[in-house]
């Protein structure tokens, strides 16, 4: 196994010596097998190993059993406990896919610190055939059916080769020692259930239904990628980008009901890959002006087209108070201020005047929320501020950057474009309040 392990990982392009390498430990035969076969093929390596708590003493057997492992062969090694029972999740996670999001984030965290090159996971051939039908259940599209990456990101599979039956008799020949997890004899857990109940009958269908599902692997990967490359080639013709601005036009594709595919392929990145059916719809409805949230992005629906951009936190600020006496303010944008016995009306946008008596100190000053609104000035009635946004084909990126003035409750300047009539100066007024933008 140790000249197919290499040539395994030259022909991939894995690693090499000069890299080093920290080895996901669980104690179980497959990570104690690559264990032995960094430490044979003289790779640089280390260990991590977490204990959950979860199987009481043999966890903790489990621990001690990998830092005496370590010790004996000079080998770095981390560990880490977690409490389950103590850390709050979804409701809607299961254990493993907790104890899986803990170690994937401690094992990011090692290799920062740490600087280690790659991170490997003791992965086998039946792991991704097991994963493949997962998938089928989940009901994946084209890239869940070619089974476990080899590599994504810092994350290397390198026993992808490897059958579970083979792992098993280089353990036996080369007398590695490792510890046995019952919870993987459990049927509670789904990739169990394949793994005891619908691996035996395809086994029984086919003798050699490891090997075909390996060739089958590299088939699929193949047709994934033509796939993503063909993909790519059609977002690129509906797809542009204006700094931190990605546009979709959608009015270049002729039914969206048969190319949602390329929609749904050119948002998902970007969190929206389960909001596909009702951005299309507000689309179709020509609802210009709906908003979609993702964590890190916004979407909006802008007549021909879908406008995304990514959610700046540090935009958004606690109100800023600014009270009569402030002559000036300098964050989180320059603002001068003034008083005036005259009427004050000037055409620079940055600069306005308002009725002093009409306002209430201190006035606030915020980013926009969904919600706002105001009368325009010229108008009578109330607008929504997203309706007036939209009117004035204001981009999403500049409404973050929108600043508004407030009275009270009451909005009113949208600083740069228009002030709210009722605090308007007219005839009538006696002192006028002055904001200027300073924007130098």
């Given amino acids: 196994m140790e000249v197919q392990f290499i040539d395994h990982i030259k022909k991939n392009n894995l690693f090499d010596n000069s890299h080093s390498l920290l080895l996901a430990y669980s104690a179980g035969v497959d990570s104690s097998v690559l264990f032995n076969l960094l430490l044979n093929c003289k790779y640089k390596f280390s260990v991590a190993h977490c204990n959950y708590k ?5 966890s903790d057997n489990d621990q001690r059993f990998i830092i005496e492992k370590a010790k004996i062969h000079k080998v770095k090694y981390h560990t880490r406990e977690f409490d389950i029972s103590k850390i709050n999740f979804k409701k809607s996670q299961s254990v493993q896919m907790k104890c899986r999001q803990l170690r994937y984030k401690w094992f990011s965290e090692l290799s920062k610190k740490y600087g280690y090159d790659f991170i490997l996971t003791a992965h086998h051939l039946n792991d991704s055939i097991e994963t493949f039908f997962i998938n089928i259940f989940r009901g994946t599209g084209i890239e869940g059916l070619t089974g476990i990456p080899i590599k994504r990101d810092k994350f290397i599979r390198p026993l992808l080769f490897a059958t579970k039956n083979s792992i098993l008799e280089y353990a036996k020949k080369n007398d590695v020692h490792y510890r046995e997890d019952k919870s993987n004899e459990s049927k509670n857990y789904k ?6 109940d619908l ?8 003798e050699n239904y490891e090997e075909i599902f ?10 994934s990628d033509t796939y993503k490359y063909l993909i790519k080639l059609e977002i690129q013709k509906i797809m542009t980008k204006e700094f931190d601005l990605v546009y979709l036009n959608l009015s270049k594709i002729k039914d969206l009901k048969e190319d949602n595919l390329i929609i749904y392929e050119a948002i998902k990145d970007y969190g929206f890959k389960n909001s596909l059916k009702n951005i299309i719809r507000a689309y179709l409805q020509k609802k210009s002006g709906k908003l979609f949230y993702s964590k890190h992005y916004r979407l909006l629906v802008d007549r021909d087209k879908l406008i995304i951009n990514k959610i700046n936190k540090d935009q958004y600020f606690d109100p800023i108070k600014i009270y009569r006496k402030d002559l000036q303010i300098d964050y989180p944008i320059k603002i001068n201020f003034s008083t005036s016995d005259k009427m004050s009306i000037t055409d620079n946008p940055l600069s306005e005047s308002f009725d002093f008596d009409k306002l209430r100190f201190p006035l606030l000053l ?8 105001f009368i325009p000035l010229g108008m009578k009635n109330f607008k929504k501020l997203s309706d007036f946004f939209i009117d004035e084909k204001i981009s999403i990126s500049e409404k973050d950057t929108t600043w508004l003035l407030f009275s009270e409750s009451n909005l009113v300047w949208v600083i740069g474009k228009r002030i709210d009539d009722r605090f308007k100066v007219t005839s009538k007024t006696k002192k006028t309040y002055i904001a200027t933008v300073n924007s130098t």
Wanted: charged residues 30%; aromatic residues 8%; without cysteine.
């Fill in 199 to 206: 691996i035996p009958i395809i086994s029984v269908i086919s």
């Fill in 214 to 223: 390996y060739k089958s692997f590299k088939n699929l990967k193949n047709l």
């Fill in 191 to 196: 990739r169990n259930k394949i793994r005891s």
């Fill in 366 to 373: 915020r980013n926009w929320h969904k919600g706002d609104k």
């Fill in 54 to 58: 979860l199987r009481g003493q043999h």
